[in-house]
């Protein structure tokens, strides 16, 4: 039996609206974009909602658009993949790595307190594997440090704190206390890549809060400048008669998204919640076989107070350590079963490491990762796969 980890379901109605698209003599960010945010922003209960080429490009703008960048910090998870801190890179502030929690993936809220200085200019916390993280805690905190706090823009002055920018690539679709993913924080930044829940081959989109003093309009202009050269008129507008001239008002980025990619995105959203279904009926299966077993340790994805999107399946190794783990990847993959790690903790990273990050500081991530192996979680699994899967596992541990 051959099961891959995560390969895109993609149905023959994605395949129409794509060929649609192609006839139409429109490919780039036109109708279909427009069309795709407005339903993005009602499936996440907010106003507005942005699409870009990433979820990379989604948080990279908003600090951007937060006039983030030279002499400031911001905090986020040494537990995350690199998307996560590079965009603090990319904008010149400077990256604040924190601990994981005890025995979590998500970042240390404790630790998150002492990490802020006045240089604090916003908080990135990830969604690991579609669980939300635990976003009162973090608003408490920054709430209880709103003295230290020194804007350098009319939003973050209206914000009135440091800002709260999810890392929500896993999280589209999941709900925290009540509220979807996206009407939580305060920019919320998702990802369509192709081993997604929701796909667009590759893609995402950012949704907000609406900030008192800060009209939505400006924001959407705002995030529209940013993602097409500082370019005031889009491609669909120019070609309107008589309409061709532009300004460019700051030289700014290309990463807007397609109408092809649109075309997948808004098909995948009617069937999204057919999706979600079947992964959390997979989650719970798993679940099922796990419970209690003393060699696995497992994310738990559904509670009273929190519902996954259902990414990823992440399972801890009780008592393995990393070379156990590995062996146990290559002998699942023997069998025709593909897993994967989630994830490398930052400072473990070449990357890292010339940036002064020592692992030694992150005690926490380096006991989550050592012992982590993700199991295959996607719509075009069945009963058989799936009961192969936990067969296979069982029997290395």
């Not at 800002?163 to 925290?176: E, L, V």
Request: aromatic share 10%.
């Amino acid at each position: 039996m051959r099961i891959p980890f995560s390969p895109p379901d993609i149905t023959q109605d994605e395949i129409n609206e794509v060929i649609e698209v192609l006839k139409s003599g429109w490919i780039t960010t036109g109708r279909k974009a427009k069309l795709f945010e407005e339903k993005i922003a009602k499936y996440c209960n907010t106003d507005r909602a942005v699409t870009m080429n990433s979820a990379t490009a989604c948080l990279e703008m908003t600090l951007r658009l937060l006039g983030i960048g030279e002499g400031d910090e911001v905090i986020t998870s040494a537990y995350t993949y690199t998307a996560s801190a590079s965009v603090i890179h990319h904008v010149g502030a400077k990256i604040v790595l924190v601990d994981s929690g005890e025995n979590s993936f998500h970042i240390d809220y404790d630790a998150i307190a002492d990490a802020i200085t006045e240089r604090t200019k916003a908080i990135i916390p990830v969604d690991i594997a579609g669980v939300m993280c635990d976003y009162d805690k973090i608003f408490e905190v920054v709430n209880n440090k709103k003295d230290l706090f020194i804007p350098k823009n009319d939003i973050q002055k209206a914000i009135g704190r440091i800002a709260i920018i999810a890392d929500a690539a896993h999280s589209f679709g999941a709900s925290y206390k009540g509220k979807m993913s996206g009407e939580v924080a305060d920019f919320t930044s998702f990802s369509f890549h192709a081993v997604k829940n929701l796909t667009t081959a590759e893609g995402g989109a950012v949704v907000w809060r609406n900030i008192k003093g800060i009209d939505n309009e400006d924001i959407y202009k705002s995030y529209m400048i940013l993602s097409l050269h500082g370019q005031t008129k889009d491609a669909l507008s120019k070609t309107k008669l008589g309409a061709w001239e532009y300004d460019i008002l700051e030289p700014a980025y290309k990463c807007n998204m397609t109408d092809i990619m649109a075309a997948i995105g808004i098909v995948q959203l009617q069937r999204y919640q057919s999706i979600l279904n079947k992964r959390k009926e997979i989650i719970l299966k798993y679940d099922e076989c796990f419970y209690e077993n003393e060699n696995i340790s497992t994310l738990k994805h559904f509670t009273n107070e929190y519902e996954s999107s259902g990414h990823l399946y992440l399972v801890r190794l009780i008592d393995k350590n990393e070379e156990d783990r590995n062996n146990i990847i290559e002998l699942m993959a023997n069998k025709g079963v593909a897993t994967n790690v989630h994830y490398k903790p930052l400072p473990m990273l070449t990357a890292y490491k010339r940036l002064g990050f020592d692992i030694n500081d992150y005690p926490n991530a380096v006991a989550m990762y050592k012992n982590e192996i993700t199991l295959p979680l996607n719509t075009l699994l069945n009963n058989e796969n799936v009961e192969y899967v936990i067969k296979c596992l069982k029997e290395f541990l």
